[in-house]
């Protein structure tokens, strides 16, 4: 099945700065990569997603990127802020048209400082 | 709009309990239904999938079960707790992407 390697599994940025996390997929068949931030205690929430006939995308502040031919895809924010502190995670899936059975990372703890 | 629904929020249960999660989908049809663990500091991790009615995949052997037994609702049992069942139990459904259900935080003691 498919495997969803991510890191960094923490991260400290100050605030203004940019941040990336890096994930790999192992299946060359998954073609839906959802990003998901988390803030304690509550539940994941999408905050971009690619598919994989599209190397980059971008959402303000946040852009993912995808290289299908190393199998990996990443996730950029810029110009950071204290609110931006979450644990974000990486998915995977193999999309058909009645939704995503997805694989997750196992997560970055990003850390915003003033 | 499609809303999730999952109760209860928080749950402490003894070891050797059973166990009831309740999960529904409201503003769509036919969705597919996911319940998903996810330890303490830990991602997730996918228990079971449905793609429609009484149809159930599971995807690690464990404690756990899963039923559909109407469209829009996702129930997670257990007949007998473990310890090592704790953790937070999240729904999701699907269409072009996920999403989560609010959780439930279950403590096993």
């Known amino acids: 099945g498919e495997n969803v390697e991510q890191h960094p599994s923490t991260l400290s940025v100050q605030e203004g700065d940019s941040a990336v996390i890096k994930c790999t997929y192992s299946d060359s068949a998954s073609n839906y990569f959802p990003w998901y931030k988390q803030e304690l205690g509550k539940r994941p929430q999408l905050i971009i997603d690619i598919r994989s006939n599209v190397g980059e995308k971008k959402d303000q502040r946040i852009a993912v990127t995808l290289n299908k031919t190393a199998k990996h895809f990443s996730l950029h924010i810029t110009e950071t802020q204290p609110e931006d502190s979450a644990v974000y995670f990486c998915?995977?899936?193999?999309?058909?048209?009645?939704?995503?059975?997805?694989?997750f990372g196992t997560g970055t703890q990003l850390k915003v400082e003033l | 709009s499609q809303t999730i629904h999952q109760w209860p929020a928080t749950l402490v249960q003894p070891v050797g309990s059973p166990l009831s999660l309740e999960c529904t989908v409201e503003?769509?049809?036919?969705?597919?239904l996911y319940w998903y663990r996810q330890a303490a500091g830990r991602g997730l991790q996918l228990l079971f999938y449905?793609?429609?009615?009484?149809?159930i995949s599971s995807e690690v052997p464990q404690n756990l079960s899963a039923s559909r037994p109407q469209d829009r609702q996702f129930i997670l049992s257990s007949k007998k707790l473990l310890l090592s069942d704790s953790g937070f139990y999240l729904c999701a459904w699907s269409r072009a992407s996920s999403t989560f259900g609010s959780g439930t935080r279950l403590t096993v003691v």
């Open positions: 998915a995977a899936s193999i999309g058909t048209g009645g939704g995503n059975k997805l694989t």
């Open positions: 449905s793609v429609g009615i009484g149809q």
């Open positions: 503003g769509t049809s036919n969705p597919n």
